[in-house]
Structures are given as C-alpha cells and as structure tokens.
C-alpha cells in the first residue's frame, strides 16, 4: 500500500505543475538506442541485463552529437562505436586535409566504410563553432537537466512463494514462503550537465522483499548514489559514492557493463574509460568510495580510487567464535526475499584501493598503462571442498597487479594485458585489429587465465563466467562484399585446464558464428545467421564419471522493413539443435513478428510482438529481445510449446512526462504448471506488467 501511496503522490505533485505543456523532443531517439542494445544484446545470453549505461550515453549523444571538428580521441572512444585504428585514421585525415566541411567527407578516411558512417550519423555533426561550457553555478542550473524515473513490474498470476500457509508449516519451513510483496519498485533521479556533471541516486526493490516493514524497515533493500565531475583544474574526473572503473583489458579490474563474443565480430579490443559514474540497479559490479583521475602532463596521467562496501556472501563457521568464521561462497543475486537470503545480505565487508599511471604518445598511437590495488576482505574466502574449486583463491588479503599496452601502426592495433594475483595466479590477453582496406577487417586474440588467477571484478573477453582457468584463440572478420552485402564471422578454440561446474575433467570446445548482412535500404534489412557450439558436460550417470560431447547449431533469420513513414515490421524465424552424446538429439523453433507504430510527434507509440515457440526441453532454448518500458530490457528465452504476445506502449503527455506501459503473456500448450520452487505458478500461462513514469525539468 505505500508503494503505490508513494507512487500515486509523486504523480499528482509533478503533474499537477506539468499539465499546460505539449511539446515531444524524441522524435528517434527510442529507435535508434534500442537497434544499438538489440545488436549487443542478441548474444548475452540472459534474460534480464541493465544495459542502462550503453542507452544513456547514446542518448546523450543524440541530443548533444559530437562536433567532429573540435572533438578529441577520448570522446570518441566514449561513443564506443568506433574502433581505434579508425580514431586515429580520423585525427590523422583532419591533420592533412584539414576540417571538415560534410558529413560525406567521412567515406575519404582510411578504414571508414560506409557501415561504420551509418552506425555513427546519429550522434555526430560538423561545425566551425566550439561551445565552451562553464563551471559556474547559474551555467549549470539554466543548462543542466533532471530525470525522475518511478517503475512498477509484477507477475499477475500468484505464485507459490506468495501463497498463505498457517504458523507452525512456517515456523517450520521459514524459506517456504516470500518475506515481501510481489511487486518491483524502482526509482532513480540524476542530474546531469551535458556529460561534465552528473549526480542523483537509484533504489530497488526486487519481488518477494519487504517494503518499509520486517526486514526492510528503511524501504528499498538497495539503494546507490553517485556524485561525477569531469575536467576541474588537473582533474580529468572526480567520482565520489558509486561509481564504475574500468582498466586495462578487464583483466584486473572491470566494473559495469561489458561484452563478449558477439556479431560485431572483429570487436575484440576492450576500450578502456577510467572512471564512470554508477546509475545502474545491479547490486554487485561496482565500487563505492572515492576515484581521481589526474593529468600530470601531456603523456603521463595518474588514477587513485578506494572502496569500501558490503557484500552478500555465505558464511559458515562457530557461532560462539568469530575468528573462526569463513566464507563459503560470494552471492551475486542481489535477492533478500526469504530468511536465507536475507541472511546472506551484507554478510562480509569488502574494502578495495590502489591506482594506475597511464602513458599516451603525442599521436596517440602508443599507450602503456600499469595497475596495482589490494582487496582485503574482514572474514577469509574459505577453501573449498568441491574438487573443482581447488586452486581458488582462500583467505582475506589479495594483491592484483598488471601491464596493458596498445600501438597502431599503420592499419594494425597491437594490444593486450598481463596481470598477476598474489594467490600465484597469472593471466593474460593479446590481440591483434587490423583494417586492411575499406571492405575488409579482421582480428585475432589469445588468452590465457591461469586456474589460479583470481579477481573480483575482472571481465575480459572470455567463454567461462570467469577470468579463470581458461585458454583460448579467437578470430574475427568482416568484409563488405558489396555496398549492400556484409559478411561477419568468427572462430574461437578454447579449452579448460582444469575441471569444471559440471565438468569432472579438463575439456576444450570451439564457437563459431557466420552472419550475412544485406541491406536494401537505410531503413529495410535482412541477415541470416548460423552459430555453432562444441562443449562437454559430466555424463548423467549415477556410477560414470565420464563427459559426452554436446553441440548446438542456431540458425536465425531476420528481417526488419519500413512498410510506411509511421509503421515498421520486424519478424524472426529461429531453429536449433541439440545433440548430446549419442542418445539426445532434439530440436526447437520459434517464428516472432513485431509491428511498431510511431508517427512523428503524435504521443503514442507502440510495438506489438507475437511468439509462437515449440522446443523439445530447456536445451534448446531461443533468446530473443523484446521492447521493455526505458531502461528496462527484456531477454527472454522461450522454450517447450507456447505462445508469447506482447504490447508495449509509450504516450508522451507533455515536454516534461512520459508513460509506458509494457504488458507480455506466455501460454504454454503443453503443461499446466510453470516454474519451480517458490515461483511455481498453477496454471499454463504468466502475465508480465511493467509500468513507468519518467518526469524531466
């Protein structure tokens, strides 16, 4: 009841202020930023991600493109759009010729096809005027901006977990049931001034938590705040509360969002930028404390930080002794909603400093970095019983040092990392990008993590969930074969030298994905893709321990084409296969349609989705993305026999407030129970509503 008093308050009060005013600024914003994100998040694999960061920073960049004729490289960078062989190809066409007078110049610069110029368009512009912002308290109120988000997401069929059930079957069975409502809330306010300062903070509450009672007496069970400035005296950034860092190769430290082996094959090379701001929900990957960055000179820049937070862990030992408390294992769920995982919550203190020095070229084509921190936990990691954990890391204090560099020359980008973890762990990735000519380009990685190494918030490019116990060489095209048609593909061998979760011996395994890209037109496109995967897995066998070869073709077609200037049509057709030693060979399909309306600056948009899916058992799942409510992303995988249907809804009631309301149901044909455990739902189909208010001033 006060979550939605909450809510239903702060919508009068702001729209009680905003009622007079009619004005829409988004006329592609949505469009554009959710293209980007599907193109990632095709491969991730996950059916919730907070890719918030990524839709951010585009849509910063739609409302504010960047002037090509006054940026720098590290604004480029920021774009992420952008590899660095073709920055530096940039500055160096602007070196020789001169500003630029059209955006149809770019076609003349070495390694910029036409592909990577459509991809940038949106966020880009020429112009002979450089706008200077200042740092003076009347600038930044008068140019700065506020966003308040409030979002309400529930499963409308009940639950198991939310069922009644008396005292005593409780009192004996405390995880039988959820602690909290069914519900999610979620908050989040920023400021920002262009992209110099930002602060604001975020709060969560995830289904099943209790809100402003029992266990949650302060409201929200999460809750982030973040202060951010950039350019203040020798002070490239300054970042106080919650914030991302990123360095290096990911190796060694790597916080926020990241991605692996994706369709933008020859993007292998991670874009390192320092110190971020922190506005996602996710409860784990970031750092809370203080980070500087400073510029020491021309070549040399210097970057300090420290944290200090609380994280979830299982912890095992003597109740009467304290000294003999150890943790059994680190929790990344970000859920409180029953009595053991509550108990988990803040289980142990985590407390990370150190640095990195940094040393550019004047041409920008040599970069050599070093990072060293120390992490200190309050209660030691455990050692493990499972055979498969044996090397990890055990104790309370682990030191983290590493060596990254990368040099262009010419058309080609050395790059890599070597990190070592004073557990006796090293790790290290090296990788070569080249940019032969406009039609074609290629890259090639190996990596090498020790079963040893160990760190917390490490993200390389990696086929494990972690930097760890891993080898492996990956290669990546993509050729134009003509101004219409491209090819995309990669190849990655790797193995495990030592066991697995689930894998009771070293293995070895191979990725390969081929994907054809043509496109009609600006606005209408096709591509067919075909991904393969060898891996291995313990044999189901109660009395053998022996592993049996799996492998899984996907095949994909989809296509996207503008029937009118208002009406879009998407559809995707999914086949897999699954085989399992000799006796599992299974497969599934899904066929997926969506119509999307949005007519200039009329205040209703909408995407309406229908799923038909028909797979033999969870093995042969299909992913696909689905259009969420803003800032929201829906991955879900679709598997069994069933229908999906889904309709998302935006309607902009002025300048200032936006509402959507996004609302999916599955019926599967094929059983009347669904899930397991606490979320087991009596019936054959879930019902998914999501809704958000956004208010700007």
Known sequence: MKAKIYIFFVFICFFSYLSGQVEIDEPEELDIIQQNIEYIAEE????????????????????????????????????????????????????????????YELQSIEGW?????????????????????KYNFSEVMKEGNSQLFIRYMQTLEKQKGYKAIDDSTLAANPNSRYLGSPYKLYTRYQFKYYNLISFGFTAEKDPGEEFFKGTQKQGFDFYSAHFFIRNVGPFKAIALGDYNLQLGQGLTMWTGMSFGKTADAVFTKRNATGIKQYTSADEN??????????????????????SYKKIDASV???TMSYEDYYISSIVETGLHNTVSSYNKKDAI????????????????????????????????????????????????????????????????????????SSNGGIATINGIMAVTDKNLSFSLLH?????????????PLQEGSKASNEQGLYFGLNANLTHKLNLTAYFDLFSFPWLRYRVNAPSEGMEALVQLNYKFDKKNSIYFRYKHETKYLNKDDLYVKKLIETKKDNYRLNGVFQLSPSFRYKFRVDYVNYRKGDDYNHDGFAVSQTLSYKKGRFPLSFHLTFIYFDTYSYDERI?????????????????????????NIKYTINKYLDFWAYLARTTYFDRNVIGSGLNEIQGNHKTDLHLQLRVKF
């Open 44 to 103: 991730s694999g996950v059916e919730e991600a907070d890719f918030s960061e990524l839709t951010e920073k585009l849509e910063y960049y739609l409302k504010h493109p960047i002037n090509l004729n006054k940026t720098t490289v590290d604004e480029l960078r920021d774009l992420g759009l952008l590899t660095d062989i073709q920055i530096i190809n940039f500055f160096d066409h602007i070196q020789r010729n001169g500003k630029l007078h059209s955006l």
């Open 113 to 133: 096809d036409l592909a990577t110029i459509n991809k940038i368009l949106p966020f880009v512009k020429i112009s002979d005027v450089g706008v200077a912002h």
């Open 285 to 306: 990957r970031f750092l809370r404390g203080v980070a500087l960055n400073a510029k020491i000179s021309k070549r040399l820049e210097i970057l300090g930080f420290v």
């Open 316 to 318: 095992e030992g003597d």
């Open 349 to 420: 203190k985590q407390f990370i400093g150190g640095g990195n020095i940094q040393y550019t070229s004047l041409n920008k084509r040599l970069r050599i970095g070093a990072t060293a921190f120390t992490t200190i936990l309050d209660k030691p990691l455990g050692s493990r019983d499972e055979l498969y954990r044996m090397y990890e890391f055990s104790g309370t204090t682990l030191n983290v040092a590493s060596i990254d560099y990368s040099y262009i020359w010419k058309n080609f980008n050395i790059f890599g990392e070597e990190a070592y």
């Open 447 to 459: 990596r090498y993590f020790d079963p040893k190494y160990f760190v917390f918030y490490a993200s």
């Open 623 to 647: 992913y696909g993305y689905e259009n969420d409510v803003l800032y929201a992303y829906s991955f879900p995988s679709y598997y069994y026999k069933g229908a999906r249907y889904v309709i």
